[in-house]
């Protein structure tokens, strides 16, 4: 058992897929930071990395360039004989569909993973009535996949991706086969993975309803972080300002950062490191909104 958060800094990542003589560069140079504890989302187009983001982030994949860290661990440098520990004790994974064995029962499926860690029988039972607890579904002990809908499958998904309680939770359009009410049930119980058992949480989604519950949201492009966005910045079907408008806030919202950052280092509140890190990233965010600006037609 693990215990609670990471933070994930993900540092000029670069993917590179060879297909005969053809080479796709699916991630360009990506940069991401999540501080421990924090939500976000990563939104973009089809095709423009996201998954293979996340496979990285969740050791399935591997990086051709970059590094990435995960806490203390850096996983881009981890043998292959220890991905397996990361992945069984650092990170949950959770899919758009199939994350569960359709021949073993809801609370089977949260059992496999502690005992391919190994934990005892007693301490097992345990886990699965909290964790069946925490997704509302102490009551569907024994269901199997079939007998559940969409959402509670993926409410048992969620589960047993924290059945080995990781630090962090990977979630690629975890609501992606469900209907928009069982999608809002899932995204509140990712949500609250991540307040009340305080996980960090990384969530690909294509559905801006689904990706304002987090705290912040990525947009990526041709396999590089666009935008940075908040929650009232992401356009849902209430919100009518325009896609420009919440690129220009974001600016200046950013802009303001970089000026309490400055102030902040004048006045010794925090480390020379810390500023030079804190600052390094927020120019390469406003970097990637000045490339957006001028893509919509903006010049300056
Ligand atoms: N195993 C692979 N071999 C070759 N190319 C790949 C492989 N996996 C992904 N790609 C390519 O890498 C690019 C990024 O793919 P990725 O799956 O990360 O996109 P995505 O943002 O998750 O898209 P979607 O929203 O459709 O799920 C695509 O051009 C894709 O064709
Ligand atoms: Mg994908």
Redesign the pocket.
């Known amino acids: 058992m693990t215990g609670k958060a990471v933070a994930v800094t993900v540092d000029s990542l670069v993917k590179a897929?060879r297909?005969g003589h053809v080479e796709?560069q699916?991630l360009r140079g990506l940069n991401l930071k999540v501080d421990a504890g924090r939500m976000v989302s990563i939104i973009?187009p089809?095709?423009?990395?996201?998954?293979?983001l996340l496979n990285i982030l969740g050791g399935l994949d591997r990086a051709t360039a970059g590094t990435v860290s995960v806490g203390n661990t850096q996983l881009t440098s981890l043998p292959p004989s220890e991905l397996v520990w990361y992945r069984r004790d650092i990170v949950g994974h959770i899919f758009q569909a199939l994350n569960l064995i359709p021949t073993l029962t809801a609370a089977e499926n949260v059992e496999l993973p502690m005992m391919a860690a190994k934990v005892k029988s007693s301490a097992r039972r345990s886990r699965i009535k909290e964790l069946l607890d925490v997704v509302g579904l102490s009551d569907r002990w024994e269901h199997k996949p079939d007998e559940l809908s969409g959402g509670e499958q993926q409410r048992v998904a969620i589960a047993a991706a924290l059945a080995n309680d990781p630090p962090l939770l990977l979630a690629d359009e975890p609501t992606g086969e469900l209907d928009s009410v069982n999608a809002r049930m899932v995204t509140e119980f990712l949500v609250k993975v991540n307040r009340e058992l305080g996980k960090t949480v990384v969530m690909v989604t294509?559905d801006q309803n689904v990706a304002r519950a987090a705290d912040s949201i990525m947009r990526i492009e041709d396999g590089t972080i666009k935008a940075a966005l908040t929650p009232s910045q992401i356009g849902g079907q209430e919100t009518s300002i325009s896609y420009l408008e919440q690129l220009r806030n974001r600016m200046s919202e950013l802009d303001l950062q970089l000026r309490n950052l400055d102030q902040d280092f004048r006045e010794g509140k925090i480390s020379g490191d810390d500023y030079a890190d804190q600052r390094l990233r927020l120019r390469q965010v406003k970097a990637g909104l000045q490339d957006e600006l001028q893509r919509q037609g903006v010049v300056g």
């Open positions: 897929y297909l796709v699916a973009g089809s095709g423009s990395g996201k998954t293979t294509h």
